[in-house]
């Protein structure tokens, strides 16, 4: 119990859940929620050999892969979050990835500059070129590691909701370590951590109906200058930006603008979708939206 309300905690897709609600959810539907979380990592993830996105990147040639009718809603933020960010933000950059040794086997032991080099020697792929889109299929014609981490849990964290309102459930917390949704009329106050130092917060969001979602470079790092924020441009981990914190009304969307504002003004941004942000710079200065619901500490 946690305030007198109930959490179903539990760990997948390499994260730790947290879902809070007023009462117990019944075994059963604990057990679905598990269970479409697991359908979910089997077809998306990178890291299993049994994935759909498995089958994509050993896929010599290419070819046609069929993905969950759903998934048409995942590739169309995608799409725009390549447009808008001139091809920075690139479910393509699997590869930059596992070459910079985040791969299946967490090595954490980038290739050569020589390597990597010599991988794209006849050209970097990209999600407007390598891949052509009909609804949820998708289309090849070479191996393609594609990771959807810039916006796949909070996409997740939203399907996980929508279970839960279908199910009766009227007020709950859906926390997938810090990417968040809360449904139901209460107002939660959540604090935005200082991406150097676990124990301090920069300011506070208050929400109530929306997702909150963050990203940092501290968060999945490992070496020098090497994290998960990959521009999908050159391959290389962004440096202006430490770390975005994003409200939305869905946790796709918020997730994905999360990543987005490493590359791009916020302006051009809000342009197309109405949501509030903070972000850091890589000095650690602040900037944060006219209209963001909470408190700036620094």
Partial sequence: ?????????????????????????????????RDRIERFDAVYSRFRPDSLMSRVARAATGGRFDFP????????????????????????????????????????SPASKETRE???????PSWDHDVERDGPTLVTRRPLVIDVGAAGKGYLVDIVTGMLLDAGVSSTVVDASGDLKIAG???LAVGLEHP??????????????????????TKRAWGEGL???IDGRTGESTREVLATWTVADRAAV????????????????????EFTWVRML?????????????????
């Fill in 185 to 187: 009329p209460s107002e």
């Fill in 69 to 108: 009718d759903d998934s048409a809603v995942l590739f169309d933020l995608y799409d725009f979050l390549f447009t808008v960010t001139d091809g920075a933000v690139d479910p393509l950059v699997g590869r930059d990835l596992e070459l910079l040794g985040y791969d299946a086997a967490y090595s954490l």
């Fill in 1 to 33: 119990m946690k305030d007198g309300r109930s959490v179903f905690a539990f760990d997948a897709i390499g994260t730790r859940w947290e879902v809070e609600t007023g009462g117990p959810l019944d075994a059963c539907l604990r057990r679905e929620i």
């Fill in 118 to 124: 010599q991988e794209y020697a006849a050209g970097r």
């Fill in 196 to 217: 150097r130092d676990p124990r301090r917060v920069v300011g506070v969001a208050h929400l109530r109906g929306a997702a909150l979602c963050a990203s940092a470079v």
């Fill in 227 to 229: 994290h998960h924020v």
């Fill in 254 to 273: 918020a997730d994905g603008l999360a990543t987005a504002l490493f590359f791009v003004s916020p302006h051009r941004l809000t342009e197309v979708f």
């Fill in 282 to 298: 890589a000095d650690q200065r602040c900037e944060v939206s006219s209209n963001f619901v909470g408190e700036l500490f620094t």
